[in-house]
């Protein structure tokens, strides 16, 4: 066995430096290249992220580099690699039982009468994978080998690369239950059926070369899983125990990013393996614990979090401090994958050259990693001058004009700012609105077409006036308004046409923020946005939405919604400052919304909905830690909206939440009406909703705007009949699971059209029952 790298990265952007894997996978998906053209693509990403990390610093030969490429999702990946697929699509396996890209796709994405796997969110972070759906039927079996493939072909142009696989332990922890599932039935249970599949592509593994593997399970740091931490280090234990005690394997790195590990240290240290990844970003140096003489311990303490440069000298701190649990090694890594920041700083040419100075992306933390590991190797004096530029960069920051403004400091708050009359009064005064039961609306935005995009681009290069700009924006929200009308909707949606994204454009507005140009990080599958980076205090220079939705108010005597970006989805998909507690930040971003939230209603809108569709993702993973996230969330929402008048119906949304997981929190947002992601899951958020006793306007999603599929209205129906079987009608809502920027219009109008028509025909239901 050879050594572990003094320094590596537990993984790379995969989408390419201008999103070149999202438009080959979009082309595919569209029949305008083949599927060898997308391999062929595909190949080429992974060969110049080889070549780049290498010449970053990272090794050719000693498996420093990782082999981290999906073109979806990680956790699909790994479902597919063992045959985790629900009974529905086992038709899509080729005769030897394999499954291929087209397969492999349709499971993801969904076709005809196939639902696609549920979604959710990727721990604590603003990814999102793909929930296997594991039950008593599986059939675990080599089902792709893909990742030994690409182990070959790294091989063959002379690296030795390090795979990286989603862990057992993790895979089922993230799983739901099959439907044909008995009650109660657990995916972990099934571990000691799937073990010995991934034994076998262990072994594949190392017949390809491969003398390191990299097992992802942060499943064992999460506290906010089904399993518990305890039977989580079991099923550790049990899973490394048989994988570790096998010859034909490659050496084993188990790595728990995302949160401390606490007592399932212990579980890895004795289990055998030969590395162990810590989140030393996230959780502390831990205690010394038995078994780990003859390990590596692997110290992540470079942020795969955040863009922000940091402090390189703590972080040697923190690995000098690793050193005194008694491993036979120490080496350096970044926190987490590096999935969840752009490629490269340098590519950002437009950003001030003092902020880029404070900044690191995935290249710029390579190689800061590879300052690190050299660090362990040759002893501090080695990098002292690269530690000391970027404590120099920290002081050079913590004291720039705009981190602090005196003026968004000054703003009192008292406690009345936080709260509006009760909700009772408010639906009292909201009846003035006159909406009929279960209101038909949608979430906010409208299909983004390619002449939308050109116009954007066209306008920001200087190629067309802003007066012209200005009226092709109005003539597609009268569009979008007068398509609302002709199919029956209740209250009405500008379509947000002017905007590029529901955080960039109010970091554009706002002060306090950068945007980049090539900032791009993974959402899901094909989808890329670029977050914002919010680098000073936040204040709101002029009104943003109002010009928009008074004009769009003006072409309807519909109720049409003002449609802001809550606080914490803003931070939650931005690159947020590290200088202060989050809690601080929101709260200025919220007293911005406030006013903006003031100007709406003096400009006659009557209806406002504050996204906060982010508010599940930042929920720390340590139950410990909760109660403070929940309490200052919920505080900074209710501060943005605290001002609204009680006729003012204020909306939010939530996607990917998890409803019964934060029901108190959504209970606590006092939100007249809250719209949540429902279809996919096929309505199992009802069920939660109602055993809490959640008394507010709610609206279920019934249309899975993330898949190409356009739900039939028998479908639709279905979905609406369980909601009024449980929940009461006057609280009932109808609506997408969200916006629909992402959505063709063909697929839209057809999927809105049988929303409209399945709602007709329960309002009939409901009143012949009356």
């Known amino acids: ?157 002379g690296l030795r690369t390090r795979p990286v696989l989603v862990g057992p332990v993790t895979l089922l922890a993230l799983a739901k239950a099959s439907d044909d599932a008995p009650e109660g039935f657990d995916p972990l249970s099934r571990l000691d059926d799937l073990l010995p599949v991934y034994a076998e592509l262990l072994a594949r593994l190392k017949a390809a070369g491969a003398e390191w593997v990299q097992l992802d399970e942060p499943a064992l740091v999460s506290e906010s899983l089904p399993a518990s931490t305890a039977e989580l280090g079991a099923a550790a234990q049990r899973a490394y125990a048989l994988l570790g005690g096998r010859q034909d394997r490659p050496a084993i790195f188990v790595a728990a990013p995302y949160a401390a590990l606490d007592a399932n240290l212990a579980v890895l240290a004795g289990a055998p393996i030969e590395a162990i990844g810590l989140d030393l970003v996230r959780g502390d140096v831990p205690a010394r614990v038995p078994g780990l003489a003859g390990k590596t311990l692997v110290g992540g303490v470079v942020d795969g979090h ?103 400091r000054a703003r009192a708050l008292v406690e009345g700012d936080f709260s509006r009359a009760s909700y ?41 006036p802003q007066d012209d700009y200005e009226a092709f924006i109005k003539a597609e929200i009268e569009r979008v308004v007068s398509l609302q009308e002709d199919l029956g909707l209740d209250v009405l949606v500008h379509g947000e046409p002017e905007r590029n994204d529901m955080v960039q454009y109010f970091a554009e507005h706002l002060d306090g923020f950068a945007v980049t140009e090539h900032g791009w990080v993974q959402s899901y599958g094909s989808r890329a946005t ?20 008074s004009f769009a108010q003006s072409l309807s005597a519909k109720p049409v919604k003002g449609m802001l970006t809550g606080p914490v989805t803003i931070l939650a998909w931005s690159f947020v400052r590290d200088d202060q507690p989050l809690s601080e930040t929101a709260d200025q971003v919220a007293l911005a919304l406030r006013d903006e939230i003031a100007d709406l209603e003096d400009a006659g809108i009557a209806i406002i909905q504050v996204d906060e569709p982010a508010l599940r993702e930042l929920l720390p993973l340590k139950n410990a830690d909760q109660p403070a996230y929940l309490d200052w969330s919920v505080r900074s929402f209710r501060l943005a909206t605290g001002g609204a008048a009680s006729g003012t119906q204020v909306h939010t949304h939530l996607c990917y939440s998890e409803f019964g997981v934060v029901i108190d929190a959504i209970r606590a947002l006092d939100a007249d ?71 063709g219009y063909d697929e839209t109008v057809a999927s809105l059209r049988n929303i409209v028509e399945a709602t007709h025909r329960v309002r009939e239901d409901v009143a012949a029952a009356v």
């Open 673 to 743: 009406v809250t719209s949540i992601e429902a279809a996919r899951s096929r309505m199992e958020v009802v069920g939660d909703i109602a055993a809490s006793g959640f008394d507010h306007g709610v609206g279920p999603g019934v249309y899975d705007i993330h898949s190409p599929r356009v739900p039939g209205v028998d479908e639709i129906a279905a979905l609406l009949r369980r909601a009024t079987d449980e929940l009461p009608l006057r609280r009932l809502w109808v609506n997408p699971d969200c916006g629909l920027k992402t959505r």
């Open 1 to 157: 066995m050879t050594a572990f790298p003094a320094g590596t990265i537990l993984g790379y952007p995969r989408i390419g430096r201008r999103r070149e894997l999202k438009k080959a996978v979009e082309s595919f998906w569209a029949g305008r290249i083949t599927e060898e053209e997308l391999e062929q693509t595909a190949a080429e990403l992974r060969t110049a992220t080889r070549d780049r990390l290498a010449e970053r610093g990272l090794g050719r030969d000693d498996s420093a580099i990782p082999e981290s490429f999906s073109f979806y999702d990680q956790v699909l990946d790994a479902a597919v690699a063992v045959g985790a697929i629900p009974q529905r699509f086992e038709h899509l396996r080729a005769e030897d039982g394999s499954i291929g890209l087209p397969a492999y796709f349709t499971i993801a994405r969904g076709e005809g009468d196939l639902a696609p796997l549920e979604m959710t969110k990727w721990f604590d972070s603003n990814y999102h994978y793909l929930v296997p759906e594991i039950g008593p039927e599986t059939r675990f079996s080599l089902s792709d080998d893909r990742r030994v493939r690409e182990v070959a072909e790294a091989a063959a142009a």
């Open 530 to 549: 670029r977050p914002s980076i919010l680098w000073g205090d936040v204040s709101r220079p002029a009104p943003i939405t109002v010009s928009w939705a």
């Open 424 to 464: 009772e009064d408010r639906e009292a005064a909201q009846e003035a609105l006159n909406l009929p039961a279960l209101p038909l609306t949608t979430i906010g935005s409208f299909p983004q077409t390619g002449d939308i995009r050109r116009a954007r681009a066209q306008f920001l290069r200087g190629e067309l």
């Open 306 to 408: 955040n863009i922000w440069r940091g402090d390189l000298d703590g972080a040697f701190a923190r690995l000098e401090a690793l050193r005194g649990l008694g491993a036979a090694a120490v080496a350096a890594s970044t926190s987490t994958s590096l999935l969840h920041v752009p490629h490269d700083v340098e590519d950002e040419r437009a950003l001030d050259p003092r902020l880029v100075s404070w900044l690191a992306f995935a290249d710029q933390k390579t190689s800061q990693v590879v300052t690190l590991a050299r660090g362990l190797v040759d002893g501090r004096g080695a990098i002292a001058d690269e530690l000391d530029a970027a404590t120099a960069a920290l002081a050079d920051r913590s004291s720039a004009p705009g981190v602090r403004d005196g003026a968004v």
